[in-house]
C-alpha cells in the first residue's frame, strides 16, 4: 500500500502543521502548470494528485488513523487477507460515491484497488468517480480501472459503455467508438448507450438539413 508519509518525506510522528508546510512546498514545485513539455506536465499532475491524497489523509484524524493502522498490519507477517482489507475500503467508497465526495470517493476505491485488484466492483467504482471528478489525472486513472474491469468482466455491457464515456471524455475518440461498438452488442437497448451512439454518430440525415439549410441563398 501507499505510505503517504514517505511520499511527502515526512516520518509518522509529524505534526499537521508540518504536513501542511511540506505539502506547500512540494506542490509549488510540482504543480503541472509550471511545466510545457507535455511529459513533464503529465508527470508533475500525477505526483501533485498523490500528494493531494496524502495531505488529505494525513491531516484528517480519523482517516489518519486508519492509514496507520493499515501500515502498521503491513508491517507484521502479512497475514491479513487483502481480499477482506479491499472490501472493507469499498464499502467506504461506496459511501462517499452516494454521498457524492467524488474525490474522497476515489481515494478508497484506489485504496480497496490496491489492496485486492480482482474485484471488478471497484475497479468500475474508481472509473465512475473519476468520471465524476474529471481531471486529466484523475481520467488516465479512471480509464486504467475500467479497462481492468473489463479485463475481469468481458462481457459486461455496462463496463464498455463506461468505458466509452471515459475514452470521449479524453478525446479519444476511436477507442470511443470501440468501446461504444462492444456496449451496443450487449446492451442495445440501454438508454444511455443510444445517447452515446447519438453524440458519436449524429443521423446523416441531420447533417444534410443543416448543410441545405445553411447552404442555401437567396
Not at 123 to 151: D, T, W
Request: hydrophobic content about 35%; charged content about 30%; some cysteine.
Amino acid at each position: 500500500m501507499t505510505n503517504y508519509y514517505d511520499v511527502l518525506g515526512l516520518p509518522r510522528d509529524a505534526s499537521e502543521a508540518m504536513i501542511r508546510d511540506r505539502f506547500r512546498v512540494l506542490a509549488r514545485e510540482h504543480h503541472p502548470d509550471r511545466f510545457t513539455d507535455e511529459k513533464k506536465k503529465s508527470d508533475a499532475e500525477v505526483k501533485f494528485q498523490l500528494y493531494t491524497e496524502a495531505v488529505n489523509v494525513l491531516t484528517n484524524e480519523q482517516r489518519r488513523k486508519a492509514h496507520d493502522f493499515e501500515l502498521n498490519r503491513g508491517s507484521d507477517s502479512g497475514n491479513h487477507d487483502p481480499q477482506t482489507v479491499g472490501k472493507a475500503y469499498l464499502a467506504k467508497g461506496v459511501k462517499a460515491y452516494k454521498e457524492s465526495d467524488f474525490m474522497q470517493a476515489i481515494q478508497l476505491f484506489d485504496m480497496a484497488v490496491k489492496h485486492y485488484n480482482k474485484d471488478p466492483k471497484s475497479q468500475h467504482y474508481l472509473a465512475m468517480s473519476c468520471l465524476k471528478a474529471p481531471s486529466p489525472a484523475n481520467v488516465r486513472k479512471g480509464i486504467e480501472a475500467i479497462e481492468a474491469a473489463i479485463k475481469l468482466e468481458p462481457h459486461n455491457g455496462t463496463l464498455h459503455r463506461d468505458a466509452c464515456k471515459l475514452y470521449k471524455m479524453a478525446g479519444m475518440t476511436a477507442k470511443a467508438e470501440r468501446k461504444l461498438e462492444d456496449a451496443l452488442k450487449w446492451i442495445p437497448e440501454d438508454p444511455e448507450t443510444l445517447r452515446l451512439q447519438a453524440e458519436l454518430r449524429p443521423p446523416p440525415e441531420s447533417k444534410n438539413i443543416l448543410g441545405n439549410f445553411f447552404g442555401r441563398k437567396g
